[in-house]
């Protein structure tokens, strides 16, 4: 596991959380500040997800191809070996935006040792068509690849879609931040088509819980991820596990974090 994926070790609680970040982030700035609030009660294991921070790809060097597609079967022995060599038998997990593919895959494979599943604008729930068109087809991900390394293209059409009033600004400005260096954008090309064979069936992923509750944060001012795109998911929860916060995508994290103080304790 440690020659393969990276983690931050914070807190000394009694009890473990696992944790997955959001794209362009890493385990430690994504929830660094879970330790200060929870790490009397948590011991966090903040992963650096594939491509991001001190991870690099399945093959553990910097090259990108086929063999870095992230499948289920990979996933779970990852986590298999990684329980085992820890020796933890019963934990919680956390996730936020493209953290929430691992962590239904993690909930999928291993609910049966999950206690909580805080869930903060889960990326997994559904896919967005233009996901599927980019990541699914061999001439649209090459196409993809070229866009984001001409970004000056790409943003003045979403500046034209902004005039349109088909996408908000705050999309706009996230997503030039990502694509203004050249290493995030070769770390938005990896993750969207390494992590494409992480895909869910949401009812059928429920019905597999055995006790876990899951609970799902999403940001009322949130453009990136929206209550809709967890529909699928908000349904089967019971009322007092879904949260609606006065949020954004960017301090969704943190607005979340003190409901998951009082709830796990």
């Not at 330790?35 to 553990?60: E, N, P, V, W």
């Not at 499948?71 to 986590?79: A, D, E, H, Q, V």
């Not at 997990?93 to 869930?119: C, H, P, Q, Y």
């Not at 990136?224 to 007092?240: I, Q």
Request: charged content about 25%; aromatic content about 14%.
């Amino acid at each position: 596991m440690s020659n393969t994926l990276h983690y931050h070790r914070l807190g000394h609680g009694p009890k473990i959380l696992l944790a997955f970040h959001g794209i362009g982030q890493t385990g430690l700035n994504c929830f660094e500040s879970f330790s200060q609030l929870l790490g009397d009660h948590y011991t966090i294991y903040a992963f650096d997800l594939f491509f991001h921070g001190q991870s690099k790809g399945i093959q553990g060097n910097d090259d990108f191809s086929d063999q870095d597609i992230i499948t289920k079967t990979f996933w779970n022995k990852l986590i298999s070996d990684f329980l085992e060599e820890n020796k933890i038998d019963r934990f919680d997990i956390v996730a936020f935006s493209m953290g929430g593919r691992f962590a239904l895959a993690t909930l999928e494979e291993f609910s049966e040792k999950i206690d909580n599943a805080f869930l903060i604008a889960p990326d997994g729930v559904s896919e967005h068509p233009l996901y599927t068109l980019v990541s699914r087809f061999w001439p649209t991900r090459k196409l993809f690849h070229w866009v984001i390394q001409n970004p000056d293209i790409l943003i003045k059409s979403a500046h034209l879609f902004e005039k349109l009033g088909l996408i908000h600004k705050s999309l706009i400005r996230f997503t030039q931040f990502m694509l203004a260096d050249p290493k995030r954008q070769e770390t938005i090309y990896r993750s969207w088509l390494a992590f494409r064979m992480l895909k869910f069936d949401i009812p059928e992923v429920y019905k597999k819980l055995n006790g876990t509750k899951v609970y799902l944060f999403i940001g009322k001012y949130d453009k990136l991820l929206k209550a809709k795109d967890v529909k699928k998911l908000s349904e089967l929860l019971p009322e007092e596990q879904y949260f609606l916060l006065s949020a954004g995508h960017s301090n969704l994290v943190e607005k979340a974090m003190f409901l998951i103080r009082d709830l796990a304790k």
